[in-house]
């Protein structure tokens, strides 16, 4: 948008928000890419505007005025505070800070940690070393639950099979059975 020699200041009005951010990201590279491609341009500040809208007429462009700077270009200066102020500033920073803690119920949280954890090596205890080649309890606890598993879908079968045989008329081990035999041929002959 412009460039003021005297103080090297550099306006830049972006398109959108985000691309503000991204110019005062990269605001030392600018300058120095600025200085490196303008001999003697000396820009030492960039100075970020609002964003402005897009205008399609570079005439209207031209005669519509520079965007105000959203943020002032003179740094705030800082003044020293009152001398009562740091003194008291100073004064909360040495004062000790009362415990908030009563000691009764410190010893009380410790006891209580200590009896819990008693009561927890108590009912998990540590389990005695089990030599490599042993099979450790749960392994022999995962091989019944498995055994287990196998003889309820087994069960679950027979009886699938069963149910389904006597639907169809048949006896498990499919023989069919004289009343359902019978019940056919009088079918057959009706």
Do not use: C
Request: glycine content about 6%; cysteine-free.
């Amino acid at each position: 948008m412009g460039f003021d020699a005297d103080t090297g200041r550099l306006d830049v009005a972006p398109g959108a928000p985000a691309y503000g951010t991204q110019l005062r990201w990269k605001a030392p590279k600018l300058i120095a890419a600025a200085n490196e491609k303008v001999s003697g341009a000396n820009v030492r500040t960039l100075n970020v505007l609002a964003p402005a809208p897009a205008r399609a007429d570079p005439a209207a462009a031209a005669a519509a005025p520079a965007p105000q700077p959203a943020v002032p270009a003179v740094p705030v200066e800082r003044r020293t505070p009152p001398e009562g102020y740091r003194r008291a500033i100073e004064a909360h920073r040495q004062a000790a800070r009362p415990s908030l803690v009563d000691p009764a119920i410190t010893e009380a949280v410790e006891r209580q940690t200590a009896a819990m954890r008693a009561l927890s090596r108590r009912a998990f205890p540590e389990p005695d070393v089990v030599p490599d080649d042993v099979t450790a309890r749960i392994e022999q606890a995962r091989l019944e639950r498995r055994r287990q598993a196998v003889a309820t879908e087994t069960a679950a079968l027979r009886r699938a099979r069963a149910e389904r045989a006597a639907r169809e008329g048949q006896t498990a081990d499919g023989v069919i059975g004289r009343a359902a035999k019978a019940s056919q041929m009088g079918r057959r002959t009706a």
